[in-house]
């Protein structure tokens, strides 16, 4: 818990992880936004999609395996310069924690480092998620209104400048920071705890990588699920639906669909969760080694 950490080496690294993440997790990803986002049926109506498999073998019917894909070139292009930018909060967070360097931390400013972490990333985030939120709701409707991300950031600029591609960042906020905490916490926990005594983390197995990277994320959508759902609706909805931000989303829901509402997509989130934050960390640590290899002195 106390390694010093080289800013170049966790860019790389974590751009590596980022990539690994988005295509192991990203056909869940659709499939969690577009359960999270469905229309209220009217009464007496089905739901558009009854449930997780449901709205997967709807959308592969529909537009093929490749479906699953939509909108996954927002967060790749911003993944690598989002992953570098996380791993470096969460270095500078524990710096900042830290009297000298290569301090051992708690596991509360673990979680506090984390949590900066999110506060770095929300630059990239916010954009990255709103393109890629309405693009994949998008092939539900008939009309298609974007071509593909830079068309969808070209017209939200047009419909409301720099406010409309961020839309969502207070939300983002509330999402990201309590669920970075958790993310690096329990990932730093589990990879001590899976550590042989005697031993070094650098011995740990890919097993044992992919296990304490896959609970790490479990852990991670287990805090911010509620707030992504409200993140999701406010950054799908219609300029102007909902004024006072996502304190608006949250009564709407509460009024309409009740608490648990807050927990759609939970089934898709957390048969993503494991496989993608198990992807994410086992890039990172391969790529590090890698690095570290090529260049032990720094």
């Excluded at 630059?123 to 092939?139: D, F, H, V, Y």
């Excluded at 990172?284 to 570290?292: G, I, S, Y």
Aim: with cysteine; aromatic share 10%; charged share 15%.
């Amino acid at each position: 818990m106390g390694k010093k950490s080289n800013p170049v080496k966790d860019f790389i690294a974590g751009g590596a992880g980022g990539v690994c993440c988005v295509f192991a997790g990203h056909p869940l990803d659709t499939i969690k936004v577009r359960v999270q986002t469905m229309p209220k049926p009217a009464p007496g109506q089905s739901p558009l999609y009854k449930g997780t498999l449901d709205c997967a073998l709807k959308t592969v019917q529909k537009e093929g395996f490749l479906g699953l894909y939509k909108g996954m070139a927002a967060p790749l292009m911003g993944v690598a310069p989002m992953f570098a930018i996380c791993f470096f909060g969460f270095g500078v967070g524990k710096r900042l924690q830290q009297k000298n360097p290569g301090d051992s931390l708690s596991y509360v400013q673990i979680f506090m480092a984390g949590g900066l972490a999110g506060v770095f990333t929300t630059g990239i985030m916010t954009p990255g998620e709103r393109i890629k939120c309405l693009l994949q709701i998008q092939a539900d409707s008939k009309v298609k209104k974007y071509a593909g991300p830079v068309d969808c950031a070209k017209q939200l600029y047009k419909e409301g400048g720099i406010r409309s591609i961020y839309k969502g960042t207070a939300a983002t906020l509330l999402r990201d920071i309590p669920a970075s905490g958790m993310y690096f916490m329990s990932y730093e926990y589990l990879q001590h705890t899976l550590t042989p005594a005697g031993g070094s983390r650098e011995d740990l197995s890919v097993g044992r990588t992919l296990f304490a990277g896959g609970v790490a994320g479990i852990c991670n959508w287990g805090v911010c699920l509620p707030a992504d759902v409200l993140k999701s609706r406010l950054q799908t909805a219609p300029a102007g639906t909902y004024p006072n931000g996502i304190r608006d989303v949250y009564r709407q829901l509460m009024r309409e669909e009740g608490f648990m509402s807050l927990y759609k997509g939970f089934t898709p989130v957390m048969l993503r969760a494991f496989p993608a934050n198990a992807a994410c960390f086992l890039g990172f640590e391969v790529t590090m080694k890698a690095l570290n290899w090529l260049s032990p002195e720094n």
